[in-house]
């Protein structure tokens, strides 16, 4: 069975490093990318970017390059989504899912909270 | 890369059909047959509907359906249950990104 699990919910303050993970099984974690997703509080969906863990090719979306860093540790079947300095903005609940052309597995949530 | 335009809510009784819109540009719905849909209920995370515009994974009924004209595609709900109430995302891939549609709230009578 498929499954990505991800991190634990995060409290930070504005200013604050935050790195968050995704942990791929049940397939092989190399052979397919995993994307990352935003949804703000009441909001919709916003594709954020990707990476082969096999290779860490990584593409992001404009509205988000230079503002996260995706990574990967194939080592240990997992994805990252790091922040270098949180912004209040940055408060939402973000997802990772098995990408190939749709998104067709997702992980739980993690719900990242930005506030002094 | 523009979101892709979806009505804001639609409604519908039980046993009815709805269908809900999702607008791009040839440059992603309707330069690829890569739409797909999603389903997300309150505080859950999404679940794939439809991929390649028609095709339903295992295990979503045949109640649901996706097609394509142009730069539209549709995903259509027929036989409407009060469990479909939820909020409905499209997707294009592009060959260097994907883009959602802005989401429909569908209520269920």
């Known amino acids: 069975e498929v499954q990505l699990v991800q991190s634990g919910a995060e409290v930070k303050k504005p200013g604050e490093s935050l790195k968050i993970s995704c942990k791929g099984s049940?397939?092989?974690?190399?052979?397919?990318?995993i994307g990352w997703v935003r949804q703000m509080p009441g909001k919709g969906l916003e594709w954020m970017g990707i990476?082969?863990?096999?290779?860490?090719?990584?593409r992001y979306s404009p509205s988000f390059q230079g503002q996260v860093t995706i990574s990967a540790d194939k080592s240990i079947s997992t994805a990252y989504l790091q922040w270098s300095s949180l912004k209040a903005s940055d408060t939402a609940m973000y997802y990772c899912?098995?990408?190939?052309?749709?998104?067709?597995?997702w992980g739980q949530g993690t719900l990242v909270t930005v506030s002094s | 890369q523009s979101a892709l335009t979806q009505p804001a809510s639609v409604s519908g009784s039980p046993g009815q059909s709805i269908t809900i819109s999702c607008t791009g540009t040839?440059?992603?719905?309707?330069?690829?047959?890569?739409v797909s849909w999603y389903q997300q209920h309150p505080g859950k995370a999404p679940k794939l509907m439809i991929y390649e515009v028609s095709n339903r994974p295992s295990g979503v009924p045949d109640r649901f359906s996706g097609s394509k004209s142009g730069n539209t595609a549709s995903l259509t709900i027929s036989g409407l249950q009060a469990e479909d109430e939820a909020d409905y995302y499209c997707s294009s891939y592009t060959s260097s990104s994907t883009v959602f549609g802005g989401g429909t709230k569908l209520t269920v009578l």
């Open positions: 040839s440059s992603d719905v309707g330069g690829y047959n890569y």
């Open positions: 990476i082969y863990p096999g290779d860490s090719d990584t």
């Open positions: 049940g397939y092989s974690f190399t052979s397919y990318w």
């Open positions: 899912a098995r990408q190939g052309k749709e998104l067709a597995y």
